[in-house]
């Protein structure tokens, strides 16, 4: 059962979350736009109506908050956008054109939390963008600006697996942690595309 929440009934299916209620309450006050004690009264008897009437699931995201781990995370990520940021300002000044590409990744979580979070924390670096997820094979597909040699294709790779591992350690379960302890998934050669 969710924290700061209420079993109704003997067979426990309903739940009300103290603060889906409250949020509840809130946009109804402000969908009113006047704050009363009548219409915040009114405002709590709807949120418990509509909580009783159209009941959510219980749902195990599978989210643990490892402290950490999540400083270590927003430290890399800070660190990366600065240096990657340099980067992609070097390459543009350079003036030389640079291969783009299209790469694959495997990922060694196959959890949509984790596959979320790898996506989410690459996109915010420079220099790359996810521009699909797989969830079928967990696979992310990378858009990288630097192709042109094999080798800052596997760097890519390796970058992306890194920030799984980093993020698998903020908010991963323990079996999480584990997997991204083992070796990266092997990546056929011909796991690019020029764009």
């Known amino acids: 059962m969710p924290p700061l929440s209420l079993t109704l009934g003997r067979s426990g299916r309903r739940v009300l979350d103290l603060p889906l209620i409250g949020w509840l309450t809130l946009i109804w006050v402000m969908l009113w736009s006047t704050l009363t004690w ?16 159209f009941p959510l699931p219980r749902v195990d ?65 420079p220099g790359g963008a996810i521009v699909e997820v797989r969830r079928s094979t967990a696979t992310v597909f990378l858009h990288v600006l630097d192709a042109d040699r094999p080798a800052e294709l596997d760097a890519a790779r390796r970058s992306v697996w890194r920030m799984e591992a980093l993020a698998v350690r903020a908010f991963g379960t323990r079996d999480e942690i584990a997997r991204v302890a083992e070796p990266p998934p092997s990546h056929p050669q011909t796991g690019s595309t020029p764009a």
């Open 38 to 53: 009548a219409n915040v009264l009114i405002g709590v008897i709807v949120a418990v109506a509509v909580c009783l009437a």
């Open 61 to 125: 995201l599978g989210l643990r908050l490892h402290p950490w781990g999540i400083l270590v995370l927003a430290g890399y990520l800070l660190y990366d956008m600065v240096t990657s940021g340099v980067r992609v300002a070097g390459q543009i000044l350079a003036g030389r054109p640079h291969r783009a590409a299209v790469i694959a990744v495997p990922l060694r979580c196959r959890s949509d939390l984790m596959l979320a979070a790898t996506a989410v924390a690459v996109s915010n670096v």
